[in-house]
């Protein structure tokens, strides 16, 4: 299924932004890749304009003409239900004069009317009523001309819906090769199904987007960041450890951290902290789901936490609990993030209840973990402006080199290297390509 970061496989970089040494064995990214507006449009366009991004999950709008708004990639959207039960995805912009069209953050409705004019659409786009249709030409062609712009693509795998603003270009099972079946690891853990918990947790960082990937992707961090949960979670009686933990190249910019010392699993590994009667539902689950997927497999799916990243923009924490994030970046120093908890259907009220304060109390806002981070990725952005401009030697560099000579060995790519990064990295460099003549000012 996955490929293992254990191997020296030199691939070919697309801007001087990466600096990859095999000789040396050093690895650095060049720090105004967070930094510069030039690069963040050169993302914004060669990235986000042009590859299958995450635009929300199915269960979001569950319910015919069910809707909800979203900004992608700067670009304001309407996820909707349609009055026959399609998914549809829509520019946020009514075709009369542009006026934002959808202005609540969700809804139900048969019909979007805009305020400004009146001009009234169906949830499948087609255009309803216009006053005073009399003073246009109302025929089909006209008609045609003030649909919806709907995206050009939309896809989902396992309920996950992913949008592509470009008319072509690879499938989203081509985009996300062997990242597919991690998505569908996470909704095999229940046979009545998963579904993202309405509400949605949203906050701001000022850091680059790039950095939230690195900062999920990090093993090494875990420690020393996050030195309280470690104490909390020794003093409950489980038992903490970076052994046999893995980060996976999946492709495409895809990677994946496997972790099997760092935190029980609701549902599917118990931890003190828990309870007993947590203790016995999981038992129970985990039987269910060995006579449903076979031993195998449910052990695969349910022996250890992944934290799963879809470039450019889908995070899935499958720690504890099973959180959805999504990336927004907003310029290149500020990064907008939303957050939804996926949860089996039937789950009851006191595991639910459980659940959602066990995710709190580390992946959520006011968390364990998730204000280290963000302090964490705002403090380099912070500090890389000390090195803006200083291009002695690498002093304006980033260094990811951690676990090179492992790749060089053949060894398995641990956790706790940086190989994740790097993978995120090369990809990065390919997708983007140089900008404003960087090639130039290459002083490698």
Not at 257 to 275: A, C, D, I, S
Request: glycine share 10%; aromatic share 10%; net charge negative.
């Amino acid at each position: 299924m996955t490929q293992s970061i254990t191997q020296h496989v030199p691939e070919r970089l697309g801007n001087v932004f990466v600096r990859e040494d095999w000789d040396n064995l050093t690895f650095r990214v060049d720090r105004e890749a967070y930094r510069s507006a030039e690069v963040f449009a050169a993302e914004r366009e060669r990235v986000w304009m042009k590859t299958w991004v995450y635009l929300g999950h199915e269960t979001e709008i569950p319910r015919n003409n069910d809707y909800r708004v979203r900004v992608i990639a700067g670009k304001p959207l309407i996820f909707v239900r349609d009055n026959e039960g399609k998914i549809r995805v829509f520019l946020n912009s009514c075709p009369h004069r542009g006026t934002t069209l959808c202005r609540e953050a969700e809804g139900n409705s048969r019909h979007l009317q805009c305020f400004y004019h009146a001009w009234t659409f169906t949830t499948s786009g087609e255009i309803a009523a216009i006053p005073g249709e009399d003073a246009y030409d109302f025929s089909r062609d006209f008609r045609d001309s003030v649909k919806l712009r709907a995206v050009p693509r939309v896809d989902s795998h396992e309920g996950f819906v992913f949008i592509s603003f470009a008319e072509e270009g690879p499938s989203l099972e081509e985009h996300l090769g062997a990242a597919a079946d991690v998505i569908s690891m996470a909704t095999e853990q229940s046979a009545a199904g998963m579904v993202a918990l309405p509400g949605i947790q949203r906050y701001g960082i000022k850091g680059n987007w790039k950095l939230a990937v690195e900062n999920a992707m990090d093993g090494y961090h875990f420690a020393p960041t996050h030195n309280t949960f470690v104490g909390y979670l020794r003093e409950t009686g489980f038992h903490v450890t970076d052994d046999d933990q893995y980060g996976y190249n999946l492709g495409n910019g895809h990677s994946m951290l496997v972790l099997t010392g760092h935190n029980g699993r609701l549902g599917m590994l118990w931890e003190p902290r828990f309870g007993e009667e947590e203790k016995e539902r999981t038992r129970k689950t985990r039987e269910e789901m060995a006579a449903r997927l076979g031993r195998e497999r449910a052990d695969t799916v349910g022996d250890a936490s992944r934290i799963l990243f879809v470039f450019p923009n889908l995070l899935l924490f499958d720690l504890e609990a099973l959180t959805i994030r999504q990336l927004e970046p907003l310029a290149a120093g500020e990064t907008d993030v939303r957050a939804w908890q996926y949860v089996p259907t039937d789950e009851s009220d006191q595991a639910r209840e459980i659940r959602l304060r066990t995710m709190a109390s580390f992946v959520g806002p006011g968390g364990l973990a998730t204000p280290d981070d963000i302090e964490a990725y705002e403090a380099v952005q912070r500090g890389i402006v000390a090195t803006a401009g200083d291009r002695r030697g690498i002093n304006d560099y980033s260094d990811m080199s951690r676990g090179m000579i492992s790749e060089v060995r053949g060894e398995k790519g641990r956790s706790i290297d940086e190989g994740q990064m790097r993978t995120f990295w090369r990809h990065w460099s390919r997708a983007v390509g140089e900008v404003n003549g960087s090639a130039e000012e290459d002083q490698s």
